[in-house]
């Protein structure tokens, strides 16, 4: 079963830093770009950023740009989001998703996790 | 960034009704379109990629349609667990950007 764990969620001041966790099973998580969404409570969802398979491209919201850094561990099946100066607009539920498509393009994500819940507050 | 426009926000409606939801982008993004149900406490689920894919596993009472700028997601007749929310997503390009959603519930 293919299968997304995320943890590392919390709650954290303003101008704080939390790590967030992907662990990948049932595939081959090696050749698949991978990505992390949020859903602020109440509100719609957003494509935050994503990671090439070997690690050497990343893409990122502008919003987040500057403050978060993808990275991946392909031996380990795992991905991360390092969040630093953490605003209170980041609160959100933060999902990971791995990213389906072919060559000529994204087709979109599946599957996804469960989400974990980063909440910014003082 | 190409902006996506779903409408209505939300719909009532009852089992075994035809429900289109439609979606507007910005600008041309070709068939990169995605749609998505989500449903309370949930994760988003893909149902339709390249705007009329059916992912594997989605009943086949949903489909998609649309090119360049508009598209639609058709339920053809309701079941109770297709109450939810659905949003339709560009992967066309950077930063893929979804529409606000539209709240499918029970009539």
């Known amino acids: 079963e293919v299968q997304l764990v995320e943890s590392g969620g919390g709650l954290v001041q303003p101008g704080g830093s939390l790590r967030l966790s992907c662990a990948a099973s049932g595939f081959t998580f090696n050749i698949h770009w991978m990505s992390w969404a949020r859903q602020a409570p109440g509100k719609g969802l957003e494509w935050v950023a994503n990671?090439?398979?070997?690690?050497?491209?990343?893409y990122y919201l502008d919003s987040v740009k500057g403050r978060f850094t993808i990275s991946r561990d392909n031996a380990k099946n795992s991905f991360y989001l390092q969040m630093n100066s953490l605003r209170v607009e980041d609160t959100a539920m933060y999902y990971c998703?791995?990213?389906?498509?072919?060559?000529?393009?994204?087709?979109?994500?599946?599957?996804w996790g469960q989400g974990t819940l980063v909440t910014v507050s003082s | 960034d190409i902006q996506m426009t779903q409408s209505p926000s939300s719909v009532s409606a009852s089992v075994g009704d035809r429900v289109t939801i439609t979606c507007r982008a910005s600008?041309?993004?070709?068939?990169?379109l995605g749609w998505y149900q989500q449903k309370p406490g949930k994760a988003p689920k893909l149902l339709i990629y390249?705007?009329?894919s059916l992912q594997s596993g989605v009943p086949s009472r949903f489909s998609g349609s649309g090119s360049g700028t508009d598209f639609t997601l058709t339920i053809s007749s309701l079941q109770p667990e297709d109450f939810a929310t659905y949003y339709c997503?560009?992967?066309?390009?950077?930063?893929?950007?979804f529409g606000q959603g539209t709240r499918l519930e029970i009539k």
């Open positions: 390249t705007a009329s």
């Open positions: 600008r041309g993004i070709s068939t990169w």
């Open positions: 997503q560009q992967a066309f390009n950077f930063p893929f950007t």
């Open positions: 998703a791995r990213d389906v498509g072919d060559n000529s393009g994204w087709y979109g994500f599946d599957p």
């Open positions: 990671i090439k398979p070997d690690g050497s491209e990343e």
